[in-house]
């Protein structure tokens, strides 16, 4: 018996909400949003206490971006929701075991705090990653 390889994303064709043009891109399934929260998940373990909050960071924005750039095309907004609302109580969450604050942390690691200051990136469908960017 032969098994196929089945892809992991849906390939197909959508539609532009502007014009109505058709074009043919990969849209996210949620086996992959999973995988990625499951990534997130162990990157943010309690295991990882020791290790700097900014090098935690950095190593959750790289599977962000890159996990990003793949689905650049085609309808992200709802698997981009998804990741977005799960990494950042899931930071927070693994900083204040870090630094061992007892409650749910919002008042001491802010939304503000995660974006503005240790520099977590947000997924949004219509921004480009600024790594790319010419200069």
């Not at 959508?14 to 999973?34: E, F, H, I, N």
């Not at 992200?76 to 977005?84: E, G, I, P, T």
């Not at 927070?92 to 977590?120: A, D, M």
Request: charge should be positive; aromatic fraction near 12%.
């Amino acid at each position: 018996m032969v098994k196929f390889h089945r892809p992991t994303h849906p390939f197909g064709r959508y539609y532009t909400p502007r014009t109505g043009q058709a074009y043919l891109c990969p849209q996210p399934s949620k086996k992959s949003v999973q995988r990625l929260i499951g990534e997130i998940r162990e990157a943010t373990d309690r295991k990882t206490t020791w290790q700097e909050a900014e090098a935690k960071v950095k190593q959750i924005n790289r599977k962000l971006a890159g996990w990003a750039n793949y689905f650049s095309l085609g309808p992200v907004s709802k698997a981009y929701r998804a990741v977005n609302s799960y990494t950042a109580p899931r930071l927070r969450r693994w900083l204040c075991h870090k630094h061992k604050v007892t409650s749910t942390g919002t008042t001491r690691f802010p939304n503000e705090y995660l974006y503005n200051t240790i520099g977590l990136i947000q997924l949004s469908p219509g921004a480009r990653n600024p790594s790319r960017a010419k200069t």
